[in-house]
């Protein structure tokens, strides 16, 4: 079995077109849509839903605030701009600066 991964953080640069041309071409393949935001690949297939199940993510991750020492380095490295500005560390472990006077 071969698997194919077509991913990109950036939408609208075609991957549900290719994966979707891959799937046509192959025979006998299992596609699965994994985009949390839009699975739309089934409009382009049309396939035979055999079954559904719910999906559970992960849990949200969370900035454990006993361990927080406010520094603010998270923020600052986050390329997907994931950390809020307003998140303070509890003055007892606060070290540097509060990340709300970034
Ligand atoms: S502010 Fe600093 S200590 Fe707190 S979660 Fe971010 S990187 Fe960790």
């Known amino acids: 079995m071969r698997q194919i991964l077509v991913i990109s953080g950036k939408g609208g640069t075609g991957k549900t077109i290719i994966a979707a041309s891959f799937a046509a071409l192959a025979k ?5 849509d994994c985009d949390v935001d839009a ?19 992960l849990p949200r991750a ?12 998270c923020y600052d490295v986050c390329r997907f701009n994931a950390v809020q500005k307003n998140i303070t560390a509890k ?12």
């Open 28 to 32: 006998n393949a299992v596609a699965a």
């Open 39 to 57: 699975a739309d690949l089934y409009l382009l297939l049309h396939p035979e839903i055999k079954e559904r199940h719910k999906f559970k993510g």
């Open 62 to 73: 969370e900035i454990d605030q006993d361990r927080c020492t406010g520094c603010g380095r």
């Open 91 to 102: 003055p007892q472990h606060r070290k540097t600066r509060p990340l709300t006077s970034l």
